[in-house]
């Protein structure tokens, strides 16, 4: 919680940029996102994007950033919540240990420099293809 680490800041400091067009902009394409989300999509897959990100900031983030890097994603494969555990989905791919840990299905986090030290049940992953790798495994 980003709250807990600057405490002598706002929430509205520390997630200024956040709001700013141009930040959004700036957003790099992970490699093999794009191709990892069409291949799943082309499959037979259905695939959601869940987001818990603040709500002043989706417009921007779904304008500049979403349908930009994953065109072949729509508005309706979009699900905004902070409750992860909720989505009744078969695996759940995220950043965010605390977004995973209570979701029932198959987790999968993606190494960040703030979780490298979590443990728990699940699978991690650093690229598109080690998720596929995963997705693959779990559908044997």
Not at 110 to 117: G, K
Request: charged share 25%.
């Amino acid at each position: 919680d980003m709250d807990r680490m600057f405490p002598e800041l706002t929430s509205y400091q520390i997630y200024e940029p956040l709001y700013l067009e141009e930040f959004w902009d700036n957003v790099p394409e992970r490699p093999g996102m794009r191709e990892l989300v069409e291949k799943l999509q082309c499959s037979g897959h259905e695939v959601y994007i869940a987001t818990a990100s603040k709500y002043s900031t989706l417009i921007n983030k779904f304008k500049k950033c979403l349908f930009k890097l994953f065109p072949t994603i729509k508005l309706s494969d979009i699900i905004i919540t902070y409750h992860k555990e909720l989505l009744q989905v078969d695996m759940l791919v995220d950043d965010n240990w605390d977004n995973l840990k209570a979701f029932p299905g198959i987790k999968v986090l993606v190494n960040m420099p703030y979780n490298l030290d979590v443990v728990g049940d699940y699978y991690r992953v650093s690229t598109a293809d080690e998720i596929y790798k995963v997705i693959q495994i779990e559908n044997e």
